[in-house]
């Protein structure tokens, strides 16, 4: 499992138990905001994770193109990979979460 499947798996099960618990009638109104709120957060997650998606598969075109060209593409994947780790990090007691996903103290 890579991290983006990881993440797309963890949002997705918080988005199915979000649901359920709305559906509930007897869910208190603070109840409801709260489970409201992570479903949007949830949904928006996977919005940037396919941002992040897109800029992965840009730079790596750029690299099977013409490697030699620009190395900034290493770059933009390092920096794609930190915030797909960023993501990450909440759940990094999850028994799938792989320590070469954890930030590191010389990067944020």
């Not at 138990?17 to 009638?25: G, N």
């Not at 905001?33 to 897109?54: A, N």
Request: charged share 35%; aromatic share 8%; with cysteine.
């Amino acid at each position: 499992m890579d991290i983006v499947d990881f993440l797309v798996t963890r949002f997705q099960e918080d988005i199915s138990e979000a649901r359920k618990l709305l559906a509930s009638s007897d869910v208190s109104l603070s109840d409801r905001w709260y489970e409201e709120r992570l479903l949007k957060e949830c949904e928006t997650k996977l919005m940037v994770i396919e941002i992040i998606g897109g800029a992965r598969r840009h730079a790596l075109s750029r690299m099977v193109v013409d490697p030699d060209d620009d190395p900034q593409f290493r770059e933009e994947l390092e920096w794609t990979q930190l915030a797909l780790s960023a993501l990450a990090a909440v759940h990094e007691d999850h028994p799938d979460y792989q320590d070469n996903w954890r930030l590191t103290q010389e990067h944020p």
